[in-house]
């Protein structure tokens, strides 16, 4: 390991809440093995998209959560590294507010910046509306994880993103490509572009069959088990799609796990579907390991198309069979995934995975994820940073 590599400290704009989203992105995972030999600090996701008051009680509880992450201030979390949550307001649509906006975080970040006695770090940069204040610290290097379409995001300034977005490929010393498409279109954009495929929690994943017991919510549910968990969100989830295939293998009990954010009370009101709400990432693995198949249903649009789920990896390290609508990374995982793009399609793939899974398909699928650990992850991104050892 380089001196660099042992020495030099993180400051990440991250893509998430680490107190109330998913602790699975690639963001977070790598700060946690670097918060092992570094002082890290994780600054929750600044807020992108412009305020929805249309959307009531869900845009009321958004900003409640919010406020409460706010007030938390700095923390050291369980995974080792600080978290902070500044005060920002969604205003980049706003010419005249976003300098004074910029401003105000970044006197928020360098006050907790001069706390931990972090000199010069490596400065992270997960979500492109940090991207003035990145640019404005002072750093060593800058890291920009460009992991997904941002400005498809739902109800964001899209030409303000895109302008973030180039500014900081132009800037970033490394700019983190997960979408190899993205990876092939974009890197000329850059100063240093890398592809990096994701990781995965392997022996979480693929010993939670032996290693804690089965969820009190899941004893019930009749087999066999189709089952999703993560985020099920409007710009990614398709509802109507799932609908149809939940009527065409009505011998399958239908389960997910994740937030919802997405209009599924359609769906919610069919007898033979469970929504068991967000879980703990520890407690992901205790659900997905009763799945007798794993869905990935998603809509076929540009934010899927440069998209590469995490948890395409976490259902392959549980050894389970996994149906997918295409994207572009799965075709490196065809000869352990069904892809089928229609429900009828999906459907009958699902009762094929059923009658098709024995130990040695568990087996392919656990060795196809095997190796891909995120200690190496991490070690990758700080050699291509700072050189080899």
Known sequence: MSQADRTIDVVCFGGEDWWYHNRGHIDMQLMRRYAKTRTVLYVNSIVMQKPRLQRGSKFIRKLKRKAKSIYTGLKRSDAGFWVYSPFSLPLHHLAWASACNTMILQLQIEREIRKLRIYDPVVWVACPAACRVALGIGKSKLVYQRTDRFEEYPNVEVETIKSYDLQLKANADLTIFVNSALFEGESSQCKKGVYLDHGVDFDLF??????????????????????????????????????????????????????????????????????????????????????????????????????????????????????????????????VVYQAESPQKFADAMKQALRQDGSAQIAARQNKVKQASWDDKARFVFNELFGDC
């Open 206 to 335: 693929a010993h939670a069959h032996k290693d804690s017991p089965i969820p009190e919510d899941m004893k019930a549910i009749p087999k066999p088990i189709a089952g999703f968990f993560g985020g099920i969100d409007e710009h990614t989830f398709d509802a109507a799609f799932v609908e149809k295939i939940v009527d065409l293998a009505a011998d399958f009990s239908f389960v997910f796990v994740g937030e919802v954010s997405a209009d599924v009370s359609s769906l919610a009101r069919r007898k033979n579907v469970w929504f068991f709400g967000k879980k703990s990432y520890e407690e992901v693995p205790d659900y997905g390991k009763c799945f007798d198949v794993c869905l990935m249903p998603w809509k076929q649009n540009r934010w899927i198309a440069a998209c590469n789920p995490v948890k395409l990896k976490e259902y392959l390290a549980l050894g389970k069979p996994v149906v997918s609508t295409p994207f572009v990374e799965l075709q490196k995982y065809e000869d």
